[in-house]
């Protein structure tokens, strides 16, 4: 669950890292022997930015001897950079990535194990399923804390007008109804659906497992192989016959990324547009006065209501000379009550069970009680582990996915090249 930034704020990174890494005397300390940890943050709209930078004020003034400064890092390009600081001994010691960003920096050492270091009282509250998107090897290398599933943004007045049966988390659209009712929505200047697949694949991967798709699949001896079931073309299957038998789904949205339907929402040109459940926030600023739209789940199939998801989250480096402070701050910050507030200044999901439970998080108003419904049913995305899965997503699954979504080539042509070229490179890295 990646977030973005204007390209200004990569140069903003590295003055902050590099004022951050001249801040200190040495060893992480301050003159006077105080303890000074850097804390790198993604957040990037201005209530989250403000939520973590008063958390980071909390703290500092509760604990004088342990001083932590906010570094604003950009998801843009935080992979490249906090590679960079690695290599050059000057990363922060408190990292905010995102899980699927995280196992290149384990496996390579990068990261500290954090099974000793985290409470019980956080390892508790955190669901298993949300663990395992952090964990390499037996050893944990984040904390997950912040989640998003996909959901349908739509068009009130159009439903209203259409009588469709509305679902609800309790009945969900099942795949096939989802295709029937995009078709009633269509009409004249009017799409049932807008999907912004210029990023095809993990909208295909996270939502093909409320179909019971999985694709990757790991054998006994721990190999990923990919394999491609009736449950994995259900979801892709139902977006090219929405696109190119239905003509219910825009084919020029096709190209584009969640932001740009929105105009085209707002103007009555779709009905429903699936999106990430921090969009709200985006509809909440954007749309015209008195514009009326709901947040309803995505469709379910043999996998009930699961998708995949890979949380926003906290790790510590491993050079870093202050871990169990570091691990300290992280506690802080992700306590009940805090996660909270991150989880509102994001738009987003709190992966604590007690977080999850604020009555903040369950209000009709703006969607939360739909999205607080869907927390249990999600689930690691599906090649969240996978080494190699970076190489196989750009050089294979984007390009093909895009032709299969476009009508270009057919369901055959798209499994070759996802299953047989796909396994060719994760032999590579499993060698």
């Known amino acids: 669950m990646r977030r973005r930034l204007p390209a200004l704020a990569a140069t903003a990174t590295a003055l902050a ?28 709209q201005k209530e989250s930015v403000d939520a973590n930078k008063q958390l980071v004020r909390e703290w500092n003034a509760a604990h004088p001897d342990i001083q932590v400064d906010y570094v604003q890092g950009s998801w843009d390009n935080v992979h490249d950079q906090l590679l960079t600081s690695f290599e050059g001994g000057e990363a922060p010691d408190i990292i905010h990535d995102a899980s699927d960003d995280l196992a290149d920096f384990a496996y390579g050492g990068y990261l500290a194990d954090l099974r000793d270091l985290l409470p019980d ?31 349908l943004i739509a068009n009130t007045k159009i439903l209203a007008s259409s009588g469709v049966r509305i679902p609800t988390p309790e009945k969900p659209w099942s795949w096939p109804e989802f295709r029937q009712v995009s078709e009633k929505l269509t009409t004249k200047g009017t799409y049932g659906v807008a999907w912004p697949l210029k990023e095809p694949v993990s909208v295909t991967l996270n939502l093909g497992l409320s179909a019971g ?12 192989t990919i394999r491609s079931d009736a449950g994995d073309r259900i979801m892709p299957g139902t977006v090219r016959d929405q696109v190119n038998s239905d003509h219910s789904a825009a084919r ?11 105009p085209g929402f707002f103007g009555g040109k779709y009905a429903m547009v699936p999106l990430g459940f921090s969009y709200r926030q985006q509809v909440v600023e954007q749309a015209p006065e008195g514009f009326g739209w709901t947040v309803l789940p995505a469709p379910a199939g ?8 890979s949380p926003q989250t906290l790790s510590v480096a491993e050079d ?22 991150l989880a509102k200044g994001d738009w987003m999901l709190p992966t604590g069970t007690e977080a ?3 009555p903040a998080l369950h209000t009709e108003e703006n969607g939360w009680a739909t999205g607080t ?30 032709e299969y979504y476009s009508g270009a080539i057919g369901t055959e042509e798209l499994r070759k090249r996802l299953v047989d070229d796909g396994n060719r490179v994760l032999a590579r890295y499993q060698r």
């Open 213 to 224: 798709g999985q694709l990757f699949h790991r054998g006994a001896d721990g190999k990923v």
């Open 121 to 151: 009282r956080l390892t508790r509250d955190i669901p298993r399923q949300s663990w395992e998107t952090t964990t390499f090897d037996g050893g944990v290398y984040g904390v997950p804390f912040l989640q998003e599933p996909k959901v």
């Open 17 to 44: 890292l590099l004022l951050t890494g001249c801040s200190g005397e040495g060893h992480g300390r301050d003159a006077d022997g105080t303890i000074r940890l850097s804390f790198q943050s993604l957040a990037w």
């Open 252 to 262: 020029s949205a096709l190209g584009m990324g969640g932001s740009d339907t929105l």
């Open 356 to 358: 999850l439970a604020d």
């Open 302 to 309: 043999s996998g009930g209501l699961a998708q995949g998801v």
């Open 373 to 402: 419904a869907l927390a249990r049913a999600l689930r690691p995305a599906p090649a969240q582990s996978v080494r190699g899965y970076p190489e196989w997503k750009d050089k294979v699954a984007t390009p093909a996915l895009q």
């Open 320 to 341: 870093s000379p202050h871990k169990e402070e570091a691990a300290q701050f992280i506690d802080f910050l992700l306590r009940p009550a805090n996660m909270v507030r």
